[in-house]
């Protein structure tokens, strides 16, 4: 019904930068928050920055200042500008949106992943 669907990630070295995109697709009507999660290896999946329709914005303390969420709601676009990257920002990145379906059904969408790698 709907489609998460992530872009961008790689291996990088470290102070490099990469720019994660997302788009969602299907029975839309309105799309809410989006945000941007990841998972490392042997630990929880935690956010690392959303932003809401009101272009709002929330940051995971380690990221702020290195990374910008932004949206383009005319495409049903979010990406994740990731600069000065560090080996800890190494992991899989999910996006992730609340969405209001066409059939005024609130629902939470997550993409399948792409993975980011920070290493030298």
């Known amino acids: 019904q709907v489609q998460l669907v992530e872009s961008g990630g790689g291996l990088v070295q470290p102070g490099g930068s990469l720019r994660l995109s997302c788009a969602a697709s299907?029975?839309?009507?309105?799309?809410?928050?989006m945000g941007w999660y990841r998972q490392a290896p042997g630990k929880q999946r935690e956010l690392v920055a959303r932003i809401d329709s009101g272009d709002s914005t929330d940051y995971e303390d380690s990221v702020k200042g290195r990374f910008t969420i932004s949206r383009d709601n005319a495409m049903n676009t979010v990406s994740l500008q990731m600069n000065s990257l560090k080996p800890a920002d190494t992991g899989i990145y999910y996006c992730?949106?609340?969405?209001?379906?066409?059939?005024?059904?609130?629902?939470?969408?997550w993409g399948q992943g792409t993975q980011v790698t920070v290493s030298s």
């Open positions: 992730n949106a609340d969405i209001t379906t066409v059939t005024r059904v609130a629902i939470t969408s």
């Open positions: 299907g029975s839309i009507f309105r799309i809410n928050t």
